[in-house]
């Protein structure tokens, strides 16, 4: 059985480090089913840099306030929930994960995983 696995991705005034993190998740070896990048009420070019991304199956959620990184989160988990993922990876916008990192964490039959930041 193939697991949906949905990205949340919390970011607000930072499209630079966004653009590379997901950069990190269009190379994935195990392509994510969603990406879904709540955005805390950036003033930066994030809206400009998401809408140009077709390369992943991305959806973005605008936030009209900036909810912080527990609100943001709330909000992709629960759109990842209603979407029926199975599983749902939370990711912060200023890391890039190895190609494999997906494809390693699926590899554990464990109820919830932790990659650990090495940088």
């Not at 699926?106 to 090495?118: I, K, S, T």
């Amino acid at each position: 059985m193939t697991e949906s696995v949905a990205v949340v991705v919390v970011t607000h005034n930072r499209a630079d480090l966004l653009d590379r993190m997901l950069d990190g998740l269009a190379a994935q070896t195990r392509p994510v089913d969603r990406v879904i990048v709540v955005d805390n009420a950036s003033d930066d070019h994030t809206r400009q840099l998401l809408s140009a991304r077709s390369d992943l199956p991305l959806v973005a959620h605008h936030s009209p306030d900036n909810t912080g990184g527990a609100g943001g989160f709330r909000t992709g988990v629960q759109a990842a929930f209603d979407e029926g993922h199975d599983r749902i990876w939370l990711m912060d916008d200023d890391v890039v994960p190895a190609p494999d990192c997906l494809a390693v964490l699926l590899g554990h039959d464990e109820p919830c995983l932790m990659a650990v930041r090495e940088d």
